[in-house]
C-alpha cells in the first residue's frame, strides 16, 4: 500500500501537533484521536492534501460512554476512505457529557447532513452549524434520544422476562 | 388550498405567499406519500410544484423506523442476523453474509474455502434479484409491464433455492459464524442449475424489450442525471455511483470471502442518469451469473460447509443429546455466552444499493457495545430532492424507483 500509516501520522502531527493523537492500527484499519474542537480543520485537511486524499465519507456515526468520565463520554466516529490508495481510516473525537457539541462537516460533505442529523436524533449532539439540524428517523415530538445508553429498550415493569435466571445481571446486557 | 395541507409557518407556505399572481399561476403543494403505490415504501415527500413542475422537495423518513440499533445493543450477537434480513429485505443474504463476515474478522476467524465460495454464489443470487425487482419495477412505472412479468418468476426461483439452504424465502437469516448451518443439499445444487439454464434467456429477453425501446429511452436518458463529483460528495456507492462513471465496489477495493479468485467486470455508466443506473444494473446482472458460475466450477471438492470452530459453532444437534461436551458448547452458545474480544471492527460489503458496513464495538460482553450500520439507501436518498429539482411530477417517480430506495434500509 502506497499510503503508509507512518506518512499519515507524520503529516497529521506536523500540521496539528498535539490535536491528533492515539494513533494505532486497529485491525485492518488506522485510527486515531482528535480534539474535537479542531475536527472541521483536521477533516478538510484529510480531504484536501494531495497526498492524504480522504475524499469520501464513508460513515459518521456518535457512541455514548456513560462510564467515562464526563469530558469523553460521547464519541463521534469518522470513517474516511481514500479510493485512489484504497486506504481507510478511523477518526473518533470525544466530546463533553454534559453539553456534547461539535463543529458539523456538512460544508466539507454534503452526506454528512443526514448522518449527523441521524446521530443528533438519537444521542442529543449539537452540530453547530448544521443548516438543519432535527429529527430524521424518530419523531419531532419525542423528547429523550433513545440511543443513550440510560434508555431502556424495554419497559422496565415487565415481569414476563426475569434475566436473574439467564445469568445476567442488570449490567451486562 | 395549499393552507389546508401545510401550517402557515412551513417555509413553502411563504413562498407560495411570495409568489403568488407574480405570472398569474399559483404554486402548488403536493403530497408524494406515505403510501403511494409508485414509491414503493414509506416515506414522504412534500412536493412544492410550479404546474408539473417540481421546485423543491422535503422528504421525511422513518415511517418503519425499528430501532435495530438499540435493539442490537440488547441481543447476543447471532440473534442480529433477523435483524440485518430486514434492513435490505430484497437482497437479505448479503446482509446476513455481510455481519457473519463482520464478527468472524472480530473474532479471527478463517472460513473453508468451499464455504466462501458458496456464500459468494448465495450473495450473487441476492444481488440478481435486487437488480432484477429494481429494473423491473422501474419499467413498470414507466408504464411497461411485461417485462416485470417475464422476469418476476426468476425471484421465484432463487427464492427456491434460498428454501432449500436455509428454510426461508424473503428473511433468510442465513447462515452461521464460520459458514452455514447446514450444507446444501443436491437439489439445491439442481435448482441452481435450471436456474442458470432459464435465466439468462429471460434477462436477455428483458433487455431486449428495453434497452432500445423508444419510450423507455425518452422516459429515462437525461433524467435525474447526477455528476460523479456530486454523487461522491453525497456519498454514492454501487451502481447508483458506478452508473455515474466511478468504478468503485468493494468486492474489488477489499476483496471479501474471496472475490479475488473471480474475473468480473464492474460496469459503468456515463452520465448517471436513471437510463445508466438502468444499464448498469443489467449488466451487473450478467456478471453476477458470470461469478456464480466460476465459483460452481471452481468449487473446491468435499463437503466442507463451516469452519471448526466449536466456541461459536452449534455443535450437530444429535450429539447435544448425547455428548456432554456438546451439550455445554450448544448450551453456551444460545445463551450467548461466548468469549468475544475487545475491539472495533468495520467491515465493509457490496450490497444491492452499494456498500453496506457493519461498524461494531465490543466490550467483551455478550452483546455488542455499539453497532451502526451504514446503510448505503439512507445515505444516497439525502441527494433526492436535489435530483428532482426542476423535473416533473412523472420523472419524480422514476427517479425514485431507479435509485432503488429500499424502505427497510433506509429506516432501519
Known amino acids: 500500500m502506497a499510503l503508509e ?7 497529521l502531527a506536523a500540521t496539528f501537533a498535539g490535536d491528533v493523537f492515539n494513533f494505532q492500527q486497529e485491525r485492518d484499519i488506522f485510527s486515531f484521536e482528535i480534539n474535537a474542537n479542531n475536527n472541521t480543520a483536521i477533516i478538510l485537511f484529510l480531504k484536501n492534501d494531495p497526498d492524504l486524499r480522504f475524499h469520501f465519507l464513508t460513515d459518521l456515526c456518535g457512541i455514548h460512554y456513560p462510564d467515562n468520565p464526563v469530558e469523553k463520554q460521547f464519541a463521534i466516529v469518522y470513517h474516511m476512505h481514500n479510493w485512489y490508495e484504497n486506504k481507510r481510516i478511523r477518526i473518533k473525537a470525544y466530546l463533553n457529557g454534559e453539553n456534547p457539541e461539535i463543529k458539523t462537516v ?35 415530538e419525542m423528547i429523550s434520544f433513545p440511543m443513550r445508553k440510560e434508555f431502556p429498550m424495554e419497559d422496565g415493569g415487565r415481569t414476563d422476562k426475569d434475566d436473574r435466571f439467564f445469568g445476567r445481571t442488570i449490567d451486562n446486557c | 388550498m395549499s393552507e389546508l395541507l401545510l401550517p402557515p409557518e412551513h417555509r413553502y407556505a411563504k413562498i407560495i405567499k411570495e409568489h403568488l399572481n407574480e ?161 446444501w443439499s443436491p437439489k439445491a445444487f439442481e ?103 466460476q465459483a460452481l466450477e471452481k468449487m473446491p471438492a468435499g463437503n466442507e460447509y463451516h469452519a471448526e470452530v ?3 459453532y452449534l455443535p450437530p444437534k444429535e450429539d447435544v443429546y448425547h455428548n456432554m461436551e456438546s451439550l455445554i458448547y450448544h448450551f453456551k452458545i444460545v445463551m450467548g455466552e461466548v468469549p468475544v474480544p475487545v475491539a472495533e471492527i468495520y467491515h465493509p460489503v457490496e450490497g444491492g444499493n452499494g456498500e453496506i458496513g457493519f461498524y461494531l464495538v465490543t466490550d467483551g460482553s455478550r452483546t ?36 432503488n430506495v429500499i424502505a427497510g434500509e433506509l429506516d432501519a
Open chain 1, 5 to 11: 500509516n507512518t506518512a499519515i501520522q507524520e503529516k
Open chain 1, 106 to 140: 456538512t460544508n466539507i460533505f454534503l452526506t454528512s447532513n443526514w448522518m449527523e442529523r441521524e446521530t443528533y436524533d438519537f444521542f442529543g449532539i449539537n452540530f453547530i452549524g448544521h443548516p438543519q439540524l432535527k429529527r430524521i428517523l424518530n419523531m419531532d
Open chain 2, 23 to 183: 405570472d398569474g399561476n399559483e404554486l402548488s403543494i403536493l403530497n408524494l406519500g406515505p403510501t403511494h403505490p409508485a414509491t414503493h415504501g414509506i416515506f414522504q415527500n412534500i412536493l412544492l410544484m410550479d404546474g408539473e413542475r417540481i421546485i423543491d422537495a422535503e422528504p421525511t423518513i422513518g415511517y418503519i423506523h425499528r430501532a435495530f440499533e438499540k435493539i442490537a445493543e440488547n441481543r447476543p450477537f447471532y440473534q442480529i442476523t433477523p435483524l440485518t434480513d430486514r434492513m435490505n429485505y430484497c437482497s437479505s443474504p448479503i446482509n446476513n453474509m455481510g455481519w457473519w463476515m463482520t464478527l468472524e474478522k472480530l473474532l479471527n476467524i478463517e472460513v473453508p474455502k468451499r464455504a466462501q465460495y458458496l456464500r459468494v454464489i448465495v450473495m450473487e443470487l441476492a444481488r440478481i434479484t435486487d437488480h432484477l425487482i429494481c429494473n423491473s419495477i422501474l419499467g413498470v412505472d414507466t408504464g411497461a409491464y411485461t417485462g416485470f412479468l417475464y422476469v418476476f418468476q426468476f425471484r421465484e426461483k432463487v427464492y427456491e433455492i434460498y428454501e432449500e439452504i436455509c428454510g426461508a424465502r424473503l428473511t433468510t437469516n442465513m447462515g452461521r459464524i464460520g459458514g452455514f448451518e447446514r450444507d
Open chain 2, 191 to 293: 435448482l441452481l442449475n435450471t436456474f442458470l439454464e432459464e435465466f439468462p434467456p429471460a434477462w436477455k429477453e428483458f433487455e431486449n424489450l428495453f434497452e432500445r425501446n423508444r419510450i423507455f429511452i425518452d422516459r429515462t436518458v437525461n433524467v435525474g442525471a447526477i455528476s460523479a463529483e456530486k454523487a461522491m460528495a453525497y456519498g454514492f456507492t454501487g451502481p447508483n455511483l458506478r452508473a455515474a462513471g466511478v468504478d468503485y465496489d468493494v468486492r474489488v477495493a477489499q476483496p471479501y470471502s474471496s472475490y479475488e479468485d473471480f474475473d468480473f467486470q464492474i460496469p459503468v455508466g456515463k452520465s448517471g442518469d436513471t437510463y445508466d443506473r438502468f444499464c448498469v444494473r443489467n449488466a451487473e446482472v450478467w456478471e453476477s451469473l458470470s461469478i456464480i458460475r
Open chain 2, 310 to 312: 466449536p466456541d461459536y
Open chain 2, 368 to 403: 455488542p457495545y455499539r453497532l451502526h450500520f451504514r446503510r448505503p439507501c439512507f445515505i444516497y436518498y439525502q441527494a433526492y430532492p436535489e435530483m428532482i429539482k426542476g423535473a416533473l411530477l412523472s420523472d419524480a417517480i422514476v427517479i425514485l424507483s431507479s435509485l
